[in-house]
């Protein structure tokens, strides 16, 4: 059985919940409270020292970050279904487009979101130089418009089928849209198809 340690709000945990649905594997799990500490409790530090949301338990062993869980979990999977198809003669293309999706996102929205989050919501606990949020909305709104160009008259962000990637921005997507940053048209119709797939967490 593997264990999801989640916060009892939304959070990145929700792409794990998502993945596990889509893989049909069986779960149990685990909510913490954030606003109690509880994911600073020795019992869970000894599941990630760090202390963040999500974290896995399988088997015995502890799995962090919530990318690599959910890319953990496809391989669990014996046909990968959340991956280009191994069998593909364009395999290794295929693949290339998924990580440097992935990629791109990470490093140029997800960092900035990340900060600019700091700044919004936990603007009490971190200070931040004055004009940080700027330009943080600036090199979102620089990339988005590559993200665009991928969805080009496609329903998926990596190629022509549903990847960990379309899992990836829609949480990237949703985020975004909670800071109040404005989505273009082919990003909200993007995530709008998303949420409708049968294996789309509701809750």
Same mark, same amino acid.
């Given at each position: 059985m593997?264990?999801?340690?989640?916060?009892t709000?939304?959070?990145r945990?929700e792409t794990v919940?998502?993945?596990l649905t889509e893989?049909?594997l069986e779960?149990?799990v685990k909510e913490?409270?954030?606003?109690?500490?509880e994911?600073?409790?020795p019992?869970?530090?000894a599941i990630n020292?760090?202390?963040?949301?999500?974290a896995?338990?399988?088997n015995?062993k502890?799995?962090? +970050?919530?990318l690599?869980i959910i890319e953990y979990?496809?391989?669990?999977?014996?046909?990968?279904?959340?991956t280009?198809?191994?069998?593909?003669d364009?395999?290794?293309e295929?693949?290339?487009k998924l990580r440097?999706?992935?990629?791109f996102?990470m490093?140029e929205i997800e960092?900035?979101? @990340?900060?600019?989050?700091?700044?919004?919501?936990?603007g009490?606990? +971190?200070?931040w130089?004055?004009?940080?949020a700027?330009?943080?909305v600036?090199?979102i709104?620089?990339?988005?418009p590559i993200a665009c160009d @991928?969805?080009?008259?496609?329903n998926?962000i990596?190629?022509?089928?549903?990847?960990l990637?379309?899992?990836?921005?829609?949480?990237l997507?949703? @985020?975004?849209?909670?800071?109040?940053?404005?989505?273009?048209e082919q990003?909200?119709?993007y995530?709008?198809g998303l949420?409708?797939?049968e294996n789309?967490?509701r809750?």
């Amino acid at each position: 059985m593997i264990t999801l340690y989640k916060y009892t709000h939304h959070s990145r945990a929700e792409t794990v919940v998502w993945a596990l649905t889509e893989l049909g594997l069986e779960y149990e799990v685990k909510e913490l409270d954030a606003y109690k500490f509880e994911q600073k409790s020795p019992e869970f530090l000894a599941i990630n020292p760090f202390g963040k949301i999500p974290a896995i338990t399988h088997n015995g062993k502890h799995f962090t +970050e919530s990318l690599a869980i959910i890319e953990y979990l496809n391989e669990l999977h014996p046909d990968h279904p959340l991956t280009p198809n191994r069998e593909d003669d364009d395999f290794a293309e295929k693949n290339y487009k998924l990580r440097q999706v992935i990629s791109f996102g990470m490093i140029e929205i997800e960092s900035y979101i @990340w900060i600019l989050t700091k700044i919004k919501v936990l603007g009490n606990y +971190e200070s931040w130089p004055e004009g940080t949020a700027e330009n943080c909305v600036a090199s979102i709104n620089k990339a988005l418009p590559i993200a665009c160009d @991928w969805l080009e008259g496609e329903n998926y962000i990596a190629g022509d089928s549903f990847t960990l990637a379309d899992i990836y921005y829609h949480h990237l997507f949703s @985020w975004l849209k909670t800071l109040g940053i404005q989505l273009p048209e082919q990003t909200k119709a993007y995530v709008k198809g998303l949420s409708a797939r049968e294996n789309f967490p509701r809750k």
